[in-house]
């Protein structure tokens, strides 16, 4: 991965790699600037298996950052600070990290003083030099108070008279992926620079990225593969969720020839070009990336009438091994047969069935389970039931968690991701509550940010009205809930803290009852198209 990248700084030194509000960088100072800050770190005493946790918001500095840290020999853990203060506490004892990387603005706002009031706006970030009292920091952004004594500032790092360092060893681990939501033994995926390559090598080719291509993405996965090929990726505004805020989001499909988002990202794009004529930009966009929840037909159609000249590009992946497959939109839409057809099998991948169970392996999958080590890892089982025809990937489903409507099976594995991505939505399941004949009424339960744990299921709170009118269109009509509520949290049971299932159908099944005999219930099923719930 990391040579793939300083290839392509030489190769297209001159043509802009990355820009980040009104600031460009071209692909010869990229190349530069992470071979530099990459002594200045070695200098500092930075040495190969070195771990980063790493909190700098995507920027031209935190793409440049990670890459020298990896250049150097060091691993990079991406810490999210809104995990909670157990669950980010145990994160950090497993992967001990003998550094940190922060931007000077969370020194500050995280100093003793400023947390107090940060606190009393709603904003509860940990103290962030206490997190790893005997790590060494490095510090990004303008020189603020409350940084750490002796902090190395990235911009006296990029100071640094280059020298060659040793070739990076492809088989070195580079990046920490903390998967699992648990406080007990948080599961992390240990990816090293090689299997990176072999993943982001299939997603270059997948969605056909290609030299000065404009990409807008803010995820590294699709954001590196560009400076592979030789695009020119633009970063947003950093936390600008095109879900959240659609309206400040569009002004920078102007100048984007390739976009990625989530599924619920793209539902509010089209949400919001619906109200309006159609733009002139629209005839730039080349490719639409979908990834990070399944991706249905009723999105893929919309985005299609949208912008019918673009390509739908939908990755299916995982922490584990990213891509797994990738599927063209059209293609995915006049599929045959049951299940979900997520593409054609990427070429790092070994993909294989058992037991109906989706298996896969390959240079792609990530080494091993920190937790796990020195175990290796040699496949990992997706717990997704699959059929393979040829190199053609179709999902049956989960192995468990299966509804029946009617004739219809809802494996809720395929939509509950997509739910709990929508604006303002924490966490979400969908459970179904039987009736006398054995048929599911299915329900959603979400969770809404920030809510207190001990709200009662609650059909009529405005998330839970927002949400039942934004899943037209963003789901299957067939899997569309007969009833969304808000809840203060799901009911979890087992050590994996799973979501307790069968206590939220006991909590919901009243509710389900008297939504069935409101007045009007019938008049508004009148031309509903999903199947009757009998």
Request: hydrophobic share 45%; glycine share 10%; aromatic share 2%.
């Amino acid at each position: 991965m990391l040579e793939a990248v300083l290839a392509a700084t030489r190769e297209h030194a001159p043509r802009p790699a990355l820009t980040f509000g009104d600031r460009t960088i071209a692909f010869g100072q990229l190349g530069a600037r992470i071979e530099r800050i990459a002594a200045g770190l070695a200098d500092a005493g930075m040495r190969p298996g070195d771990r980063v946790a790493f909190s700098v918001r995507p920027s031209i500095d935190a793409v440049v950052l990670a890459l020298a840290v990896c250049r150097a020999g060091g691993q990079i853990a991406f810490v999210d600070l809104g995990a909670g203060p157990e669950l980010l506490a145990a994160r950090l004892a497993l992967a001990q990290p003998q550094w940190t990387a922060a931007e000077s603005l969370l020194h500050l706002v995280s100093a003793p003083g400023l947390r107090r009031i940060a606190r009393s706006r709603g904003i509860d970030l940990p103290a962030y030099r206490e997190l790893l009292p005997d790590a060494r920091h490095i510090v990004t952004g303008p020189r603020l108070p409350g940084a750490p004594r002796g902090a190395l500032r990235l911009a006296a790092l990029a100071r640094t008279a280059a020298r060659q360092l040793p070739p990076a060893d492809p088989s070195a681990d580079a990046l920490l992926i903390f998967t699992s939501g648990t406080t007990g033994t948080p599961k992390t995926v240990l990816h090293t620079l090689a299997s990176l390559g072999a993943g982001l090598a299939d997603i270059r080719s997948g969605l056909g990225l290609e030299p000065g291509m404009a990409v807008l993405t803010d995820q590294l996965m699709i954001g590196i593969p560009a400076l592979i090929a030789g695009s020119h990726w633009t970063l947003p505004p950093a936390g600008l969720d095109p879900a959240a805020s659609p309206e400040r989001y569009l002004p920078l499909l102007d100048a984007a020839e390739t976009v990625f988002a989530s599924p619920a990202g793209l539902d509010a794009i089209l949400r919001l070009l619906d109200e309006r004529p159609a733009p002139a930009h629209d005839a730039r966009l080349r490719v639409i990336a979908l990834g990070g929840a399944p991706v249905l037909p009723p999105l893929i159609e919309r985005a299609l009438t949208r912008f019918p000249d673009a390509r739908v590009r939908c990755v299916y992946g995982m922490s584990e091994i990213l891509p797994v497959a990738i599927a063209d939109g059209a293609e995915k839409l006049h599929a045959s047969g049951d299940g979900d057809y997520v593409g054609t099998i990427a070429s790092s991948v070994d993909a294989r069935i058992e037991d109906g169970e989706l298996v896969l392996a390959g240079p792609g999958l990530a080494r091993a389970y920190l937790h796990e080590l020195p175990q290796q890892l040699d496949a990992v089982r997706t717990g997704d039931l699959a059929r393979i025809d040829g190199d053609r990937l179709t999902l049956l489903g989960r192995k468990k968690d299966m509804l029946l409507r009617g004739t219809q099976n809802i494996y809720v594995g395929l939509y509950e991701p997509i739910i709990a991505s929508l604006p303002g939505v924490a966490d979400a399941a969908m459970v179904g509550v039987p009736d006398a004949i054995g048929d599911d009424r299915i329900v959603v339960a979400i969770v809404p940010d920030g809510a207190p744990e001990d709200l009662p299921a609650d059909p009529a709170h405005p998330l839970a009205r927002r949400v039942a009118a934004a899943l037209p269109g963003l789901i299957d009509h067939g899997a569309l809930p007969d009833l969304v509520v808000a809840i203060g949290a799901l009911p979890r049971r087992g050590r994996m803290r799973k979501p307790d299932r069968p206590a939220l159908v006991a909590l919901v099944t009243g509710l389900v009852g008297a939504a069935a005999a409101s007045p009007g219930r019938d008049e508004l099923r009148a031309d509903d198209p999903r199947p009757p719930a009998r």
